[in-house]
């Protein structure tokens, strides 16, 4: 199980961390995603590790993400925060500054954010009720060869964007990721609603509920 383990090439500088306000839409979707199971930590889930990620496009200087092992954190704030402020897909490297380590999906978000300037936020989740049906809802995926965390993941993720007739906004599935899904949109609000309403119509389908995360 490698589930949360950073793969890429990592320069770090500690820093202060951001402001509470300038992420707090995303914050409180983190919590929201915590609540329906789809951001957080089971014990019966991926050897008890952190799972899921949030990011939020900045102006000018890269994106804020959530750091790696933080999304059960019972009252996340911009110190379960780090900022990218560049990065390299092809050399599988990211340069970061802040409290801590950003999460190891770092480059899947750098992807998606350069494929298209108007993405804004970024949310992975895992959920096995949208996973499991992903062909019936008819969601883009990776091909399943392809690790999570990885340059070739990157590419996976440009490749689905600018091949499969996205608007900006959307819900793609990581083929090789366990149970590993990707909403985004222009902000936080879009990028939620879309995982929501995805969730809604998995339900719909007759998928066992969700196992919602106390935090």
Partial sequence: MDEGVIKFQLELSPGPALSDASLGELIAWQKIMQGLGLLGRDPARYGGLAFGNLSLRLAGNGFAISASQTADSPMPSARDYSQVTDWDCSTNRVIAQGPARPSSESLTHAALYDADPVIGCIIHGHSPSIWKLRDSLGLASTVEQVAYG??????????????????????????????????????????????????????????????????
Avoid: C, K
């Fill in 150 to 215: 990885t340059p070739e993941m990157a590419i996976e993720m440009d490749r689905l964007y600018r091949t499969q007739g996205f608007d900006r906004h959307g819900v793609l599935a990581m083929g090789g990721h366990q149970d590993g899904v990707v909403s985004f949109g222009r902000d936080p609000d879009e990028a939620g609603w879309e995982m929501v309403q995805l969730l809604r119509r998995a339900l719909s389908l007759g998928q066992e509920p969700v196992q919602a995360i106390n935090t």
